[in-house]
């Protein structure tokens, strides 16, 4: 004979285990939508390739870009070359800035590198849109793959001195370094010398008139121990206003295809 004592702890222990696997189904279930908004929300969406052309070309000087090489982005694998250069410089749209371990569909900077920021710089970012293109990897696992590499010397500062020019009428960034993670969308023409493990305080920045430093990887590896650094030195005002100017044509087309091209007034 069975007490129901017994038979009451016998169901229950069975009642639990039937229970357990349905539960963490429903909760799958219940998680999927929010999972599926997520990625749905950051997840890049392709630029019109003339227009993404044109605005990764418009970041070198006008006389490198007949024979430059332009990187466009298919968001469901990464980066390709689209035009093979001959002069050593590469252009391209930076979409995903690891640092700020963050997805957004919504930044695009015009970023051109010499041969040596292309062999150096350039690697890195060709990884980080592969890994998010894959979907394998949320970007907090971007970001500390990234970290562990540089730390492992996989990803190497550049070698020499050398310049990257982002002399494009527009574009929309981080205007501050992590864990701000504010974007914004802003004409500032200028120019970058590659500076590695520096801040700013090593050369007396001038943030408001520039030269300064801009280094966001010492915010995630540490003081003077990120290898991506650059001095900035602004365009003067005459050649930023004649930058705008002679791309006015290529901000209508930005300002038409997406609303966050366009700029707030005090912004160009």
């Known amino acids: 004979m069975i007490h129901s004592t017994s038979l009451a702890k016998k169901c ?8 357990v696997p349905i539960l963490s189904v429903l909760s799958l279930i ?20 003339d227009l993404e052309r044109d605005f ?22 990464g980066y390709y070359v689209a035009k093979k250069g001959t002069n050593g410089f590469i252009c391209y749209i930076e979409r995903t800035a690891w640092e700020w371990g963050e997805f957004r569909n919504d930044v695009a900077a015009p970023i051109s590198y010499d041969a ?15 890994m998010r293109a894959s979907g394998k990897y949320t970007a907090k696992q971007v970001k500390d793959i990234v970290i562990d590499r540089i730390r492992k010397g996989i990803y190497k500062a550049p070698s020499r001195s050398g310049v990257s020019y982002m002399l494009a009428p527009l574009m929309r960034v981080y ?27 090593d050369i007396g920045g001038d943030t408001t008139n520039g030269p300064f430093v801009n280094n966001p990887d010492n915010a995630v590896l540490g003081d003077r ?44």
């Open 116 to 130: 040596e920021g292309a062999r150096k710089i350039f690697t890195v970012t060709m990884d980080v849109a592969a």
């Open 56 to 77: 990764a070309l418009s970041a070198l000087p006008p006389h490198l870009r007949k024979d430059a090489t332009v990187y466009l982005l298919d968001p469901a694998k």
């Open 175 to 201: 205007p501050g370094n992590p864990p701000n993670n504010q974007v914004m969308t802003m004409s500032m023409p200028h120019y970058m010398f590659y500076a590695p493990y520096l801040n700013n305080s």
């Open 12 to 19: 229950t222990r069975g009642l639990c285990f039937f229970f």
């Open 225 to 268: 121990k990120g290898p991506y650094g650059f001095i900035i030195l602004p365009a003067g005002k005459s050649e930023q206003a004649k930058i705008v100017e002679d791309g006015s044509d290529l901000l209508k087309r930005l300002a038409a295809y997406k609303p966050y091209f366009r700029t707030k007034p005090g912004e160009m």
């Open 30 to 49: 219940i998680s999927f939508p929010a999972f599926c908004q997520e990625t749905a929300a950051t997840r890049l969406e392709k630029m019109p390739p």
